[in-house]
């Protein structure tokens, strides 16, 4: 049986951007073409309409939180999968600060096994860069890869020693695995709960200055242009940040960068109500910051847009904002978000498609996009239809987004994994 999805705007960065149909046969894509009904009318057949909507490659999200194991109360593989695939994603990579850590070959097995169950989004484990996340030993790498890693962090901690950031960088490179940086200076956040700045001192809360970020994503630079190998600076969230990775790739030091849609969406200032649902770390800057991250979008010093989906119930919510955990969902708001982008003007189409794509994939040595031949992972957007996000119909298992309630325009209503419908607008 043949799928046929019709009459879309097909955009593969770099490659394509026409109205055309895609065909879809045994989980791959074998044409791409203009009226690819006409010699395939004896074949069964099973039309989607994409009139009107982006047809894209299918969308990642290389920077996840899925609580599994151990915090199954707030996430699991299956719910975390199931919000991946509402929002868009067809793939999703998950960070390694659950309970036990996921610093070894069975808790990465026991992540694959859990997502070959749930069997509706690709989840890629990202194992851990030291045991325990504690930043004293380096973590068996080859053990990890060969169980299915696809990337190193101590993301939530930072490698505060730079000799086993160092060592971490060369011994990962021996396995083809990314580094992906959590840059946090623990001595300068000290008890900060927010951004460094005058909205903090209005609300009687400790700061944390923008030099927490940008001086550990000036150390891994340093590292990264010492030892030659590329590293990931994971949740951009500084104006100094931003200019700190474009110098050094203008140098042609191998950085990569995310960002993730709050810190291009809001400023500190949306805390002054003490919504906990806006406490994050790195913690919402200013505008300044916000520009600054738009302009790395837009000329290519930030090349991922990641959600840092972090799930946390109201038990870690529901209490007063300086004891209150870090984090927010992101999978299920992130494509009308990153939309806001198109429609300000500040980067196109196909530069968001890229950078939630293209880029991700590119960086953990993915071979996916719209090309004959490849897997039939497939993204359908409607960037035209408006709405209000509405939490109460998340498939995630918490609600801690500060999102809820707004008037967006755009979202994603076809997510298609390996040929099959994962999720489908209604």
């Not at 097909?10 to 394509?16: Q, W």
């Not at 770390?281 to 837009?298: H, S, Y």
């Not at 946390?312 to 955990?325: G, M, N, P, Q, T």
């Amino acid at each position: 049986m043949l799928t046929v999805i019709k009459g879309g705007r097909v955009i593969d960065p770099g490659n394509l951007d026409d109205i055309l149909d895609v065909v879809i046969e045994d989980g791959n894509i074998v044409e791409i073409k203009q009226d690819a009904l006409a010699g395939n009318e004896s074949k069964e057949t099973k039309i989607i309409d994409a009139s009107g909507k982006i047809v894209a490659p299918g969308l990642i999200d290389m920077h996840v939180h899925l609580r599994d194991p151990g915090y199954e109360y707030k996430e699991t593989i299956e719910t975390g999968s199931r919000a991946a695939a509402f929002g868009g994603f067809t793939a999703v990579c998950c960070m390694p600060n659950t309970n036990p850590v996921n610093d070894c070959r069975q808790v990465t097995e026991y992540i694959l096994k859990k997502a070959v169950k749930a069997d509706i989004v690709r989840v890629y484990p990202i194992a851990a860069i030291s045991e325990g996340l504690k930043g004293d030993n380096l973590c068996e790498y080859g053990e990890l890869k060969d169980a299915g890693a696809i990337a190193l962090s101590d993301d939530g901690n930072p490698v505060m020693n730079s000799q086993l950031m160092r060592r971490a960088l060369e011994y990962s490179s021996g396995f083809n695995l990314p580094v992906i940086s959590h840059c946090e200076d623990f001595d300068l956040v000290s008890d900060g709960a927010m951004n460094e700045g005058a909205v903090a001192t209005k609300m009687g809360l400790s700061g944390i200055p923008n030099a927490a970020e940008s001086i550990m994503v000036l150390r891994d630079i340093a590292l990264c242009e010492l030892t030659g190998v590329p590293v990931h600076i994971a949740h951009v969230s500084t104006k100094e940040s931003v200019r700190a990775i474009r110098d050094a790739k203008k140098r042609g030091v191998p950085v990569t960068a995310e960002t993730a849609p709050h810190y291009f969406s809001l400023t500190d200032a949306s805390i002054k109500d003490y919504n906990t649902n806006s406490k994050m770390n790195p913690p919402l800057r200013t505008e300044q910051d916000i520009e600054a991250i738009c302009q790395g979008l837009v000329d290519g010093t930030i090349d991922v847009i990641a959600t840092d989906h972090a799930p946390h119930s109201l038990i870690e919510k529901a209490v007063e904002f300086d004891r209150a955990a870090n984090g927010i969902i992101g999978l299920e708001t992130a494509v009308p978000l990153g939309l806001k982008l198109v429609e300000s003007g500040i980067i196109d189409i196909t530069d968001l498609i890229e950078k939630m794509s293209k880029n991700p994939a590119r960086i953990l040595g993915l071979k996916i996009g719209l090309e004959i031949g490849k897997t039939a992972d497939i993204t359908i957007i409607d960037p035209e239809i408006s709405y209000c996000i509405d939490a109460n119909r998340f498939q995630s298992l918490s609600r801690n987004t500060p999102f809820d309630g707004w008037d967006v325009k755009g979202r994603a209503v076809l997510t298609m994994v390996g040929g099959n419908v994962v999720y489908q607008d209604n």
